[in-house]
């Protein structure tokens, strides 16, 4: 499911609101000397895995603002605890939502196809509309982890 900045509850989410109150807490302190230490814990595919975007293709501008989903080419299939997070350029973490896999033929065209093989292809559906105009950021978390820090597989703008 995607969910919205407000209505996000991801450990993305809450690891930046945690950080934001602790900033807002150190600056009060008024010494200015506190420093907040975060683990920072990154998510980590399972080994030998690749992952590449292949729809909306990796760098393309003008890409709609309500593509319908995201498509991933993965060397081999994710656990179903993985999902596609949205990054957007000043809104933080905009959407995040499960992937499944999808045939060849389901992806909507143009589509970057991968140059090594085997591959399968998986897909996160989207719901709402992406800010227009905006540098978006395809990441990767892994729901069963506690990993914080989401490995990016490409990028598109929206018109």
Known sequence: MWRTPLGMTSRGT?????????????????GGTGTVNVVVQPCVLPSGTTVTLAYPVPGATGVPDSPGQVVVAVSSPLPASWQVVLG???????AESLLTPIAPGAIPTPYAAPTSSPISYEAS???SALPAGTGIQVLLNDESSACNSYPQVGAFTTH
Do not use: H
Request: with cysteine; glycine share 22%; aromatic share 14%.
């Open 125 to 127: 559906g989207l719901t």
């Open 88 to 94: 957007v350029t000043g809104f933080g973490y905009y």
């Open 14 to 30: 809450v690891f930046g609101l945690l950080l934001a109150g602790l900033a807002t807490l150190a600056a009060c302190n008024g």
